[in-house]
């Protein structure tokens, strides 16, 4: 099976006795889909490939599957999804949209 895990860091970090991270090699997933700080760390030092959402959304754009991201973005932002404003002004640059900024 190959395709996209979407994780909790949570149990991730928190189930020493669950290698979650090993689950993840064995179906040879493309990458783990995570935002929270403390289990992308660990799933690098795994050797497991991570994209958060705004890398995700990028893909998605890139492939045609979104218009825009300002709006997502600012919707996510609205919702009270904390994304680093560096992070958002790359992420909309990346995707040719940098003069939406605002």
């Given at each position: 099976?190959?395709?996209?895990?979407?994780?909790?860091?949570?149990?991730?970090?928190?189930?020493?006795?669950?290698?979650?991270?090993?689950?993840?090699?064995?179906?040879?997933?493309?990458?783990?889909?995570?935002?929270?700080?403390?289990?992308?760390?660990?799933?690098?030092?795994?050797?497991?490939?991570?994209?958060?959402?705004?890398?995700?959304?990028?893909?998605?754009?890139?492939?045609?599957?979104?218009?825009?991201?300002?709006?997502?973005?600012?919707?996510?932002s609205q919702q009270g999804y904390r994304l680093a404003?560096?992070?958002?002004a790359e992420v909309l640059r990346l995707a040719g949209?940098?003069?939406?900024?605002?």
């Amino acid at each position: 099976m190959t395709g996209v895990v979407v994780a909790d860091a949570r149990p991730l970090i928190g189930l020493a006795r669950i290698d979650r991270l090993a689950v993840l090699k064995q179906t040879r997933c493309r990458f783990l889909l995570i935002d929270e700080r403390r289990g992308r760390e660990v799933a690098r030092r795994r050797g497991v490939p991570v994209v958060g959402l705004a890398g995700a959304l990028l893909a998605a754009k890139r492939s045609g599957l979104l218009e825009s991201l300002e709006p997502v973005l600012s919707d996510l932002s609205q919702q009270g999804y904390r994304l680093a404003d560096g992070l958002v002004a790359e992420v909309l640059r990346l995707a040719g949209e940098a003069a939406q900024q605002g």
